[in-house]
């Protein structure tokens, strides 16, 4: 079982930047593809952006790109998500999680809490 706990959230305004980190424990994180994902109040969740195994392979959604960058330190069991050119609109909780990828699909049998992010215009 792994344990994600995020931390690095807060208030910040229209285009500043934050560093979220998220800390693995529990086992290596090592093997697993690593998430962002947020959920607005009254929406759903969505991922944000995603990691494989070892850095080379990221993935944004359209709405980040170019102002959010995911990575990673394995050696640190720790994932952090960059994010600059903050909007109002990046308002949400971001949570972290951990999964793989089958044949079909990602599955994310891990998830943190949660750190609020909230950008005021």
């Known amino acids: 079982q792994v344990q994600l706990v995020e931390s690095g959230g807060g208030l910040v305004q229209a285009g500043g930047s934050l560093r979220l980190s998220c800390a693995a424990s529990g086992r290596t994180i090592s093997s697993l593809v690593m998430g962002w994902f947020r959920q607005a109040p009254g929406k759903e969740r969505d991922l944000v952006a995603r990691?494989?195994?070892?850095?080379?392979?990221?993935y944004y959604t359209e709405s980040v790109k170019g102002r959010f960058t995911i990575s990673r330190d394995n050696a640190k069991n720790t994932v952090y998500l960059q994010m600059n050119s903050l909007k109002p609109e990046d308002t949400a909780v971001y949570v972290c999680?951990?999964?793989?990828?089958?044949?079909?699909?990602?599955?994310?049998?891990?998830w943190g809490q949660g750190t609020q992010v909230t950008v005021s215009s």
């Open positions: 999680a951990a999964g793989i990828w089958t044949t079909r699909n990602y599955q994310w049998p891990h």
């Open positions: 990691i494989n195994w070892n850095g080379e392979t990221t």
